[in-house]
């Protein structure tokens, strides 16, 4: 297949400074969690990237120096020569994609806490950081020369590890922003009170980052199309400064104030190409070059951004994780081979947890050196049949492996429709993007001559034994209890009454509960929260409770806590936290305070519990029973029958069995640091 013209445009070439980019798909700055601590993973998986196609390929935030340490976010680090050599292994791995590499420097001000390196945090003034109970030190004059030489280093060891774009990064709260900020800079030298002032240390940094680099980098600042808000910085002020420092930059990664509300948020609350209207003005502002995200996956919307004259490259995060080869299957006119990100930030989760990344969409991401895995390829295997019950996100992932292994498959399931609990929940409000996990695998299948797939068919275990698969895949998924066990009730709640309680399967199915409805949120990810809204929308009275002391508590990990809170208080749900479900007759609900016990009654007419899942095992345990022998080890559960979880994890373990069907085990190695 060859290209659409059409798309022609974003496979221009264009000169920034001293270096050309070899297209227009630029991976922006994105967090890993994989930074200083796993070097040779982390360049594996950037390497992936531009064998993708990726035109720019840039590190996550990497620190100048030990004041700015994250722990225990693993960040990229600078700081010294051993630093170096770690990231001149992805510097290399992209080059030999054809891609150019960039770095951003960084340091954290007020905002991190250096829990590792116990340094002093610094700031434009003291003040408390995100989360521990220490504060800032003032710079001084002194302090702030200091700061100049260190970020100077830094650009000279990332020109030296064979970096071609090295950024300036005023924005995102950190060091830089502190200082532009109107609020939070106080200051009556020269780095205070005017705009001019404020934006002294950035003009500055910019400045010796060109003379440090000279003819051999490119320099990038990342700077808010809108400022932080009017308190900190207007967005007239936000105009003013690129036109001021325009030509001090190369290229000009824009971004917008509200991180987590709009720039990366999921997508139950913002659609692709959301930044447009914000970023629109930038390229005429600094007349260079420049990039944006807008979680893009179409692309003719990609195309329409360069065309317009906003946007001179196509910038991703989530994207180029969910297929680091997009822009080759754009370029190959394969466009429905295009693993489309679905916004769910599982992948940013990871890194807040201090963990490597992983993706919903694309088992492979974090694996590419650890296990060997490559996103587009799969070593065919020994060949024979497999039997695959269950097309939900695992069965269809292991199906659509084992297929390109070279197995014959049939892929079985008892609903009338494949996808399983994504074809469900995709249904609720904001998740209709998670119908991509199935339609993505769906679509490949059909490609497939080997794989076949049968659906309306319930198999029982003599079924399973009849049909004489070389192997069998269990992927009969889970569902929600109904008695209330989970986190806060080990062994359930003891008083129920039945005919009122609920679970999300009863809701997903269409039966709607009448009345005052109590949804009880103690699994405290989206499912308790979605299933409100979706209530309070049909004119349910709805009281979301929780055992945590917010709504929807591990959605902090995704960026949408505040806007799941914000949504349900905005739709008219009232919120108890803090409370655990004691006991529900039927019109009468008791709670207990999760710190005191204390007890509080609702009226209410239903409620749905949201607390934890069984895997549907039965047919594997009939299979293998409870202490499966060896000759029985060619079945096996995977997905939610295995082990209820994210929907990535289910992928990832279809992935993960249908590519080591066959294999002998192997170690997996260890990342290292260079040394």
Not at 199 to 221: K, P, W
Request: charged share 25%; hydrophobic share 40%.
């Amino acid at each position: 297949m060859t290209m659409d013209s059409r798309y022609s445009i974003l496979f221009e070439p264009l000169k920034l400074g001293p270096v050309t980019a070899p297209n227009r798909f630029y991976q922006v700055p994105h967090c890993t969690g994989m930074g200083h601590a796993l070097p040779q993973t982390l360049a594996a998986m950037r390497g992936m990237k531009a064998q993708g196609g990726w035109g720019v390929v840039c590190t996550e935030y990497c620190s100048i120096h030990p004041t700015s340490d994250d722990q225990p976010h693993p960040f990229a680090a600078i700081w010294d020569d051993g630093d170096r050599r770690n990231l001149a292994l992805m510097a290399d791995a992209v080059h030999v994609g054809g891609a150019l590499a960039g770095v951003e420097l960084w340091h954290g001000g007020s905002y991190v806490a250096n829990l590792a390196s116990r340094e002093s945090p610094i700031g434009v003034r003291s003040m408390p950081g995100r989360t521990e109970p220490i504060q800032s030190r003032r710079m001084d004059r002194r302090d702030i020369r200091a700061f100049r030489r260190w970020h100077r280093d830094a650009a000279l060891r990332a020109r030296d590890a064979g970096f071609d774009i090295v950024y300036v990064y005023p924005t995102h709260g950190y060091l830089l922003t502190e200082f532009m900020s109107r609020t939070l800079n106080d200051r009556s030298d020269e780095y205070g009170g005017s705009l001019d002032n404020r934006l002294r240390l950035a003009r500055e940094l910019l400045e010796e980052t060109r003379d440090a680099v000279g003819d051999r980098c490119a320099v990038a600042v990342r700077f808010s199309a809108d400022g932080l808000g009017e308190e900190h910085f207007s967005v007239d002020e936000s105009r003013e400064a690129m036109e001021r420092l325009g030509p001090l930059a190369d290229v000009w990664d824009i971004v917008v104030g509200d991180y987590y509300g709009e720039e990366m948020a999921t997508s139950r609350f913002v659609q692709e190409a959301s930044l447009e209207a914000k970023v629109a003005d930038a390229k005429r502002l600094t007349g260079r070059p420049v990039v944006s995200v807008g979680r893009f996956t179409s692309p003719d919307t990609m195309v329409r951004q360069l065309r317009s004259g906003r946007l001179d490259f196509v910038g991703a995060a989530r994207p180029s994780i969910a297929d680091p080869f997009l822009p080759t299957k754009i370029r190959e006119g394969r466009l429905e081979d295009i693993r489309e990100c679905i916004g769910c930030n599982i992948c940013y989760a990871h890194n807040y947890r201090g963990a490597a990344l992983r993706c919903t969409q694309n088992p492979t991401m974090g694996e590419e050196w650890r296990s060997g895995w490559h996103p587009e390829s799969v070593p065919a295997g020994p060949g024979g049949s497999v039997l695959v019950v269950g097309a939900g996100p695992a069965g269809l992932e292991a199906a659509l492996t084992l297929g390109r292994r070279g197995y014959d498959v049939a892929l079985v399931d008892a609903e009338q429709e494949p996808g399983g609990r994504v074809s469900r929940e995709s249904r609720l409000p904001g998740l209709a993007e998670w119908a991509r996990v199935r339609d993505y695998r769906v679509g490949q299948i059909k490609r497939l001559p080997g794989v076949s797939l049968y659906l309306g068919q319930s198999l029982s275990a003599q079924d399973v034994r009849d049909f004489g698969a070389d192997h069998v895949l269990i992927a009969t998924g889970a569902h929600w209890r109904r008695d209330g066990r989970g986190r806060s009730h080990a062994g359930g709640i003891a008083e129920l009454a039945d005919a009122a309680v609920y679970t999300p399967d009863d809701l997903m199915r269409g039966t709607i509960p009448e009345g005052a409805v109590v949804v009880y949120d103690d699994d405290n990810y989206y499912m308790g929260a979605v299933l409100a809204l979706q209530l309070a929308r049909t004119g349910r009275t709805v009281t979301y409770v929780t055992s945590e002391g917010r709504v929807a508590a591990w959605s902090l990990y995704t960026g949408e806590q505040e806007a799941t809170q914000s949504q349900l208080l905005a739709n008219g749900v009232r919120v108890v936290v803090n409370s655990l479900v004691a006991a529900f007759d039927g019109t009468r609900l008791d709670l207990a305070c999760a710190y005191s016990g204390a007890s509080s009654h609702l009226g209410c007419d239903a409620l749905v519990l949201v607390t934890s899942r069984e895997p549907d095992e039965s047919l594997y345990r009939t299979l293998v029973g409870e202490d499966p022998a060896d000759d029985a080890m060619h079945i096996q559960a995977i997905g939610d029958c295995a082990q209820p979880a994210l929907i990535a994890h289910a992928v990832y373990s279809g992935h993960k069995a249908a590519r080591e069907l066959g294999n002998a085990a192997r170690a997996t190695p260890r990342d290292r640091l260079v040394v």
